[in-house]
């Protein structure tokens, strides 16, 4: 039998990847091997390891276990490999790996010609939530699925200066949607029962501005994000077309003590088009990175559009230990005319960080109106 994914064939689907890595090669004619002295990161090593395991309660997940390392530079080339592995005994399955050349932290701050990225990941919650669309989507309307993705992304990038960076990123994309159930309050949405799996890769374009120190443990500095998020056939998407823009934009600075920061970011995001994955709409609730609301359930607020800010008080306690104290506020809305401030949700909290060489180790607690949420994640949120 064929090897096709509804009606597209693995063999145009690769013919498609390879056609879009060869336009975004041109940001460099330079191979990955040319990373030399005038790229601007140094000509030295920078080998490193560090590996942690994971143990962890989430009332959403239950108990998670685990492990993550990362090595760095073992091959002489700058490069980074980094590894999750990651179960909970509610359901959740997440395995990422990683590979970076340069890596992240090396290129940090850097002029360089040529970056690749490569990350594979399989995500899997056998209790994902869904309440429906609208900031008036009520809790008690919890409805339960089984969400299974699974991700491959390319990425090459360009460090025109120190500050100005440019990503293209081709991602093939799974996902599939089934065992649909009644939440707690016995309800279940019947839009839910229209979702099949579906094949939704998309392209996205990045441009960076960052002045940040560090992309681990950053203290002064800006970055502003432009990212374009486009699916349709063009780029082998048949079950999904859409276009979604977001501009995401942070702050650092030290308060107090050379140790002491305070972070703040505002991100406004939209989606449109013709056929948009239920959960590719713009969500808020949980600890992710661009949905941060950390005492909301995770999609707890979908639509096309959102409004996120963050804000957050890091300090040091002892030793590699660091704490924090954090607001969150967000909104989501169909169009800019149908924005209603007056239902903005706010979450407030406390957190732990465990800083490692490679990578930092964090713990939420939030609180809001709805109760609280307790995560665990690795890096800052933003």
Known sequence: MRNTFRGITMKKTIVILFGVLAVIAAFSAAPLAAQTADTGIPDRSYKSWSALPILMYDPDIGVGYGGKAKFVDFLG?????????????????WYVFTFQIPDIEIRQGKTYKISFDLKAEYDKYLNY????????????????????????????????TPNVIVEASYVLRSIDYYDFREGDKGYLAPELLTLEKKFAPYVS????????????????????????????????????????LT???????????????????????????????LFDLSSLGGGGTLTCMRGYSLNRFLDKGKFLANAEYRFP?????????????????????DISWGKTAVDYGLGLRFYMPDFAVRVDVGFSKEGMGLYFNFNHVF
């Open 317 to 337: 306690i002892f030793w590699r230990l660091g704490g924090n104290a954090f607001v969150d506020l967000g909104n989501v809305w169909p169009s800019l005319g």
């Open 247 to 277: 501009v995401d934009f942070r702050k650092y600075f030290l308060v107090f003590g050379a140790k002491d920061v305070f972070a703040f970011r505002t991100l406004v995001q939209y989606v449109g088009g013709d056929s948009i994955p």
């Open 205 to 244: 374009l990045v441009l960076r501005f960052d002045t940040s120190d560090s992309q681990i443990h950053p203290t002064t500095g800006v970055r502003l994000m432009f990212q374009d998020d486009f699916a349709a056939g063009l780029v082998g998407s048949k079950d999904a077309s859409f276009n979604r």
């Open 77 to 93: 080339h700058k490069e980074s490999f980094d590894l999750i592995l990651f179960n909970s005994s509610k359901g959740e399955r």
């Open 129 to 160: 939530s869904y309440y429906g669309v609208g900031m008036g989507s009520s809790k008690d309307n919890e409805s339960l699925l089984t969400h299974e993705t699974k991700n491959l992304q390319l990425t090459l990038g360009r460090g025109f």
